[in-house]
């Protein structure tokens, strides 16, 4: 397998002298497997050191940010907020074309994830994941207590 491993490397590297493995001597491969390696190392330093998240596992700060304010391990600031409102706002309109009231349980869950995906992928990546879910049973919550308050109208309840 080491071999293997090696040679992957010495192709790499012969392909660009047109030579073939077999012209080399075991110390030549070698040799050429190191600097390989060696100018492989300081390329990605030096793209590193412009952009640390471009090889890395971490992502950029902005992107880090929004990732911890969907977590709820920050608060989102001003902007931040609103984009998340603007983003339930066209989710629900999306709702609202499609006479969807709960979009997280039965049949409107499943308009929901046929009609409206796009919408609702913005408003889970602009908002808290425990925010997704409050506007989401509040937008339930709200229609319930707004039908009550129209049947207690008809019904010509006392007002307090």
Known sequence: MAEELHSIFVIGDLTSYNLHPHDRTNSEIHHSAIQFDRVNKQ???RETTNRP???STTSPPE???A???RKGAVAPDRSERKR???ARDNFYGCLDKRNVIDSLNGD???TA???CAAENKQFEQDCAAAWVTYFKKFRVADYQKKKTFER???ENANKM
């Open 108 to 110: 409107g869950k499943k």
């Open 113 to 115: 994830e046929r009609e």
């Open 63 to 65: 992107s880090k940010r």
């Open 67 to 69: 990732e911890e304010v």
């Open 84 to 86: 998340c409102w603007e």
């Open 53 to 55: 998240w471009a090889y």
């Open 152 to 154: 207690l109208d008809k």
């Open 43 to 45: 390329q990605t330093a």
